[in-house]
T-cell receptor, first 112, second 110 residues
Framework: DADVTQTPRNRITKTGKRIMLECSQT?????MYWYRQDPGLGLRLIYY???????NKGEISDGYSVSRQAQAKFSLSLESAIPNQTALYFC???????????FGPGTRLTVT | EDKVVQSPLSLVVHEGDTVTLNCSYE??????LLWYKQEKKAPTFLFML????IEKKSGRLSSILDKKELFSILNITATQTGDSAVYLC??????????FGDGTTLTVKP
């Protein structure tokens, strides 16, 4: 089984809809991250969480919110999706000491 | 503002060539630099560097960090078509923030 899983893997939604992307991990890591990747660009950090009670904005948090329901679960929400949020979204985890990040397979989101 | 710049942005070589990818950075409270390889899926971890001058090696790939001049290089020798990918450099800070470069797209032709 994969250590970091994301659901859904693909999603097409309409402008204005609320959508949630979910991430689960079995690595026992405290730290979790949400990134988005756009064609021709690197990964950009949306939000990160160091533990269940700690949530931090990343580089591009506007239009997004997150919830850390448990150590193993970190969800990303788009309250009112817009077309420029069409992207590939990655969840990642890391432990306290190494900072080596483990990525999920990605969620491809299309907003029409 | 933390910044990570990778160069070149894209590179086309032939099998057997040696390539050097560059990553320069300006960050506050540097902790580590990581290299990832990304094909058409999630990034794959390659190296993590924390100390200057110590080369990390894995097969045909190697990397080194210079904390004085604020850069790292990733070398790939005897390139193969399977090395074609986007190579990402990321800096982690002591505050736990990660900043990614835009990546270098490497294409290896047969």
């Amino acid at each position: 089984d994969a250590d970091v899983t994301q659901t859904p893997r693909n999603r097409i939604t309409k402008t204005g809809k609320r959508i949630m992307l979910e991430c689960s991990q079995t690595k026992g890591h405290d730290r979790m991250y949400w990134y988005r990747q756009d064609p021709g660009l690197g990964l950009r950090l949306i939000y990160y969480s160091f533990d269940v009670k700690d949530i931090n904005k990343g580089e591009i948090s506007d239009g997004y919110s997150v919830s850390r329901q448990a150590q193993a679960k970190f969800s990303l929400s788009l309250e009112s999706a817009i077309p420029n949020q069409t992207a590939l979204y990655f969840c990642a985890t890391s432990d306290l000491n190494s900072y080596e990040q483990y990525f999920g397979p990605g969620t491809r989101l299309t907003v029409t | 503002e933390d910044k990570v710049v990778q160069s070149p942005l894209s590179l086309v070589v032939h099998e057997g060539d040696t390539v050097t990818l560059n990553c320069s950075y300006e960050v506050t409270n540097f902790r580590s630099l990581l290299w990832y390889k990304q094909e058409k899926k999630a990034p794959t971890f390659l190296f993590m560097l924390t100390s200057s001058g110590i080369e990390k090696k894995s097969g045909r790939l190697s990397s080194i960090l210079d904390k004085k001049e604020l850069f790292s290089i990733l070398n790939i020798t005897a390139t193969q078509t399977g090395d074609s990918a986007v190579y990402l450099c990321v800096i982690n800070t002591n505050a736990g923030k990660s900043t990614f470069g835009d990546g270098t797209t490497l294409t290896v032709k047969p």
